[in-house]
């Protein structure tokens, strides 16, 4: 805003007739007159105090610096030198809005709807983008990187999909995680469960953008995809068994250092690998073997695993590898505390550790429900709303048994499991029924 109203101007031979023409009344050259700021001539150079209309800074400016900052200015506003930019950035915008900002104007790049015109162009024109870092592409390429636009949203904004346009995978694509997770979650419905590193590669997911992500356990951790069959640990490693979860998980409670998957023997027998190694201090390294099945044969998978634990109990022998075997019977049938018990007893005869005491919960596997949803599960068995359902009858009844099973392993009784749900069993239900008919007969 301009805050001058008026000057004082000389008669000059120049500007005579302009003044004259707007009503002043010539005296004499070289006299001063005053004239309104409305009327000063424009190529004038007396000073003139404007106020910023950004920032509000009074100003004094040649009258015809003033005027020419004027020209070609859309926003009507006056301002210092400090908020140029942002009037000229104003200006850029409207004249984008008129349609009349050109390619080559320090502004046009910066509007995203002429970044994507340009790009639907380029589209229209080459009908693919493996070139678009090349030629005509350099520079919406240029800029695009610039205002860190990325590509696919891009394409799809224009209604296309990135993969129709490309033959292969722009480098880099994948380092966004959420592209991975969202291509991968594809793959998982593609074959109902999580995809396997050979499928991932045929889709263009390379062995080198998995590992950059921490490899496949990683990812799916990640993408907090839990398969049935994970059983992962509190230092997120997925063991092949419960029984390897469980010993994983007291080894953690006890703060006892291991590594996995190690090789207990010399290269030549390089097949095998042990499930945990412990290093006591000063000591021989420790290997642990968790056996999956029990000495008994009663088929081919349990005759073939035996004879591959005789094997290798037999290597642990010959090289004098310091083994620590754990036996399936240990986990079979028996109460998570009573399993943290035995592990402590075994532990602690090869290393100096001071018991612990460890909640029964941390040793549960993760994949196995949770104590709702096994109350859940149990209540489909149930006649009755009330009551848990009759274990006499339910045991017949496909999957009861499990969950009875898996109910008594975190619970002294079928009683007590009810009790947290405030639900009384069967027997108990009869019972208190039988009591209120005998009250309601006297
Ligand atoms: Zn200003």
Redesign the pocket.
């Known amino acids: 805003m301009l805050l001058t109203k008026t000057a004082n101007v000389k008669w000059y031979y120049k500007t005579k007739e302009y003044y004259e023409n707007k009503g002043y009344v010539f005296t004499k050259f070289n006299d001063i007159f005053e004239v309104s700021i409305e009327d000063l001539y424009e190529g004038s150079s007396v000073y003139v105090e404007y106020q910023?209309?950004?920032?509000?800074?009074k100003?004094n400016k040649v009258y015809k610096d003033y005027t020419d900052s004027k020209k070609n200015d859309f926003t009507n506003k006056?301002?210092?030198?400090?908020?140029?930019p942002?009037r000229k950035e104003e200006n850029m915008k409207i004249r984008q809005r008129k349609g009349i900002l050109k390619r080559n104007d320090p502004y046009y790049w910066k509007f995203k709807e002429n970044r994507l015109e340009e790009l639907k162009l380029y589209i229209e024109k080459h009908g693919t983008l493996d070139s678009i870092t090349m030629g005509e592409g350099i520079i919406i390429n240029q800029q695009m990187n610039n205002y860190k636009d990325d590509l696919e949203e891009m394409v799809n904004e224009l209604g296309y999909s990135l993969f129709d346009l490309v033959s292969r995978i722009p480098i880099g694509y994948y380092d966004d995680f959420n592209k991975l997770e969202k291509n991968i979650l594809v793959l998982i419905e593609k074959y109902s469960r999580f995809p396997r590193l050979a499928e991932c590669q045929n889709e263009g997911i390379s062995q080198y953008i998995i590992d950059k992500h921490g490899g496949i356990d990683e990812i799916k951790r990640k993408m907090k995809y839990y398969d049935d069959t994970d059983l992962i640990d509190d230092r997120g490693w997925y063991n092949k068994s419960s029984y390897e979860y469980m010993v994983a998980q007291f080894l953690i409670s006890y703060n006892i250092p291991y590594k996995r998957e190690q090789y207990p023997f010399p290269n030549s027998e390089r097949e095998f690998r042990s499930d945990f190694t412990l290093f006591p201090l000063n000591k021989e390294p420790i290997h642990v073997e968790v056996w999956g099945y029990n000495d008994k044969l009663d088929n081919d998978i349990e005759m073939e695993y035996s004879k591959r634990k005789k094997e290798k109990k037999e290597l642990y022998e010959k090289y004098g590898v310091n083994l620590i075997s754990i036996e399936k019977s240990i986990f079979k049938d028996t109460k998570y505390h009573q399993i943290i018990e035995s592990l402590y007893i075994i532990f602690k005869d090869f290393l100096e550790i001071k018991y612990v005491h460890v909640e029964d919960a941390i040793i549960i596997p993760t994949n196995l429900i949770s104590d709702e949803e096994l109350f859940d599960k149990i209540m489909e068995y149930s006649d009755n709303d009330d009551c848990l359902p009759n274990t006499s009858r339910s045991f017949d009844k496909k999957g009861f048994g499990r969950l009875y099973k898996e109910i008594i392993k975190r619970y002294d009784s079928f009683s007590d499991f009810g009790k947290k749900f405030n639900m009384i069993t069967f027997n108990e239900k009869m019972k208190n029924d039988k009591l209120n008919i005998q009250q309601f007969n006297i």
């Not at 301002?79 to 140029?84: D, I, L």
């Open positions: 910023c209309d950004f920032c509000g800074k100003r006056d301002a210092c030198r400090g908020c140029y942002i």
